[in-house]
């Protein structure tokens, strides 16, 4: 019998762990390559509608992929009432409140977006619209005072990707709105914005929450500190503790840009006591006016005429569109956002992120981001169009 011995030759630790992580790189990569069809439909229909599809779904679905129309499988997907109860609700959610969390009712905020995407309206009248969508079983309940009638359609556990179950309404329309159809500019104009937002401050929370949630960008990425700063107001100081170095070397590079802007909601109060948004056609909210001493040669607010500073300059990169870039009340100033580049861009961001459980990672990817942002605006500002695409690309993984 012939006998063989081996002896292990010193291996470098470096060499080691490089050889170890690339084979975890070639383990993934395979698994991602290999999925079959069946694999890509099942994992399209868990991440979009949060629960595992029946098996004439899958089937069907598989079919589609296996026909080349991942897209069509992605919508089938979406037919599902998890998509709109749980994936949509959990998507929205965080933004219609200062602590982003998605553990928040149903609210008018959420169900409308909710409405606007199963509808395929365009999702630019979350910032435009004369709209709001309410449920059915008491389309009589909606409460400017309480948010009792979502939390109850909530309860219900009703299908929301029914039209039987939440419907469209205007704004303008409900029974005790102050505001008129030029008035109203969709989810900012809701009672939950309003509450969330427009509560005591300065209403340039409502601002921060736009830029975070629908531009994807922060204040501290918009300072811009090279902004003319002639509407800031007078209760910005100039010399924070003393040094007014702060203010031309920092603060400036927010509110040059954001004071301008945010005086388009100069009407428009959260009122504590009643428990509403309150709009004051004609008069200046008092906070507007507020702590007038502290620089008293500061812009005074004495309308909601907005103008957006930020289209020249570095900011100009979020791609401003359309208009001049000025205007008056909220509805004109929603135009303005929602027609930004930064606007459908920041919809495929989130839409990846929450699809594909990342964010997209490199120069390719960002690539394919602003592919799916033409195509979400050459179809209308679809947005289920947007979910389809990513779903698509994210197949695999």
């Not at 991440?47 to 595992?52: D, E, K």
């Not at 004369?130 to 939390?151: E, L, Q, R």
Request: proline share 4%; glycine share 8%; net charge negative.
């Amino acid at each position: 019998m012939v006998v063989f011995s081996f002896k292990l030759l010193p291996f470098d630790i470096n060499k080691r762990n490089a050889l170890l992580f690339f084979s975890i790189l070639l383990f993934l990569f395979s698994a991602n390559i290999f999925a079959t069809p069946r694999d890509q439909a099942k994992r399209i229909h868990d991440r979009l509608a949060a629960s595992p599809p029946s098996e004439a779904v899958l089937a069907s679905m598989t079919a589609k992929i296996e026909a080349g129309d991942v897209n069509a499988a992605a919508m089938e997907a979406m037919e599902n009432p998890g998509f709109y109860n749980v994936f949509l609700k959990n998507y929205i959610t965080p933004w219609t409140n200062k602590e982003q969390t998605v553990f928040a009712p149903l609210n008018d905020y959420t169900a409308t977006v909710i409405g606007i995407i199963r509808d395929d309206r365009s999702f630019k009248e979350i910032f435009t619209g004369d709209i709001v969508y309410v449920g059915v079983p008491n389309p009589n309940g909606y409460s400017h005072v309480n948010n009792d009638h979502y939390i109850a359609l909530e309860a219900s556990g009703l299908n929301l990707g029914d039209a039987a179950n939440l419907s469209m309404q205007t704004q303008s329309g409900l029974e005790g709105s102050q505001l008129t159809a030029e008035q109203t500019a969709g989810v900012l104009t809701s009672r939950a914005a309003g509450e969330a937002f427009l509560f005591a401050g300065t209403n340039r929370a409502m601002w921060e929450s736009i830029a975070i949630n629908h531009l994807c960008t922060t204040m501290l990425a918009l300072n811009d500190v090279s902004i003319t700063p002639d509407r800031v107001r007078q209760d910005v100081t100039r010399s924070p503790g003393g040094d007014s170095t702060i203010f031309l070397n920092s603060c400036v590079g927010c509110h040059a840009g954001m004071d301008p802007l945010i005086q388009a909601f100069a009407y428009y109060e959260w009122d504590q006591s009643l428990q509403r948004v309150v709009y004051t056609d004609g008069q200046v909210q008092p906070k507007y006016l507020q702590n007038a001493t502290t620089f008293p040669l500061g812009y005074v607010t004495q309308n909601d005429n907005w103008d957006n500073y930020w289209r020249k300059g570095q900011n100009a990169l979020l791609g401003w569109r359309g208009g001049n870039g000025s205007g008056a009340g909220v509805k004109s100033f929603g135009e303005e956002i929602a027609s930004s580049r930064a606007f459908s861009t920041c919809q495929v961001k989130k839409a990846f992120k929450e699809i594909c459980f990342r964010p997209p990672a490199n120069a390719q990817e960002r690539d394919e981001v602003n592919r799916i942002a033409d195509v979400f605006e050459a179809s209308g500002y679809k947005m289920k169009t947007v979910f389809a695409e990513v779903a698509n690309y994210c197949k695999g993984e």
